[in-house]
């Protein structure tokens, strides 16, 4: 029992910590990641920023999310090799978003490079739950 308590007092202070660090995007960071622009997106943030959390829109997320968010591939093509594709800031994971996107493409590049299938967000729901949610049949029947 104190396991389950301790493990689960961990757990709500990593995802409390990860919305109280979030950052704000600079108008600049906002504007590069916007125009999908590969060579300006590697001016712009470094490759300590891939990891962090930013607040967007009241969400924390990574860039990777973002990118799979907001349909932006060159940006996601950058990343998906340079960062962990199992990181999340707000319990969803960069696959998560692709299968609630019905994003094929980014999907199976995050799984490619090691996104796990089988990760559950606080309600116990994985990827393949979030495709199925948003009637992306095709993504959910890889996952």
């Known amino acids: 029992m104190k396991k389950i308590l301790t493990a689960t007092l961990l757990f709500g202070l990593s995802i409390f910590a990860n919305g109280l660090f979030a950052q704000e995007l ?6 590069t990641f916007q125009t999908d622009n590969s060579e300006n997106f590697l001016k ?15 969400s924390s997320v990574n860039l990777l999310s973002l990118s799979v968010k907001n349909n932006k591939t060159k940006i ?6 340079n960062t962990d594709v199992n990181k999340s800031c707000n319990e969803v ?12 493409d980014a ?24 495709a199925l949610k ?6 959910a029947m890889i996952l």
């Open 93 to 104: 994971t960069p696959l998560m978003y692709a299968a609630t996107a019905g994003n094929m």
């Open 44 to 58: 712009v943030f470094s490759h300590e920023d891939y990891s962090k959390c930013y607040t967007v829109n009241g």
């Open 26 to 31: 600079s108008a600049e960071q906002l504007k």
């Open 107 to 130: 999907a199976k590049m995050l799984i490619k490079y090691g996104a796990k299938k089988d990760t559950k967000d606080s309600k116990g729901k994985t990827a393949k739950d979030y």
């Open 134 to 139: 948003n009637k992306q049949a095709t993504v």
């Open 76 to 81: 996601f093509n950058e990343l998906v090799k």
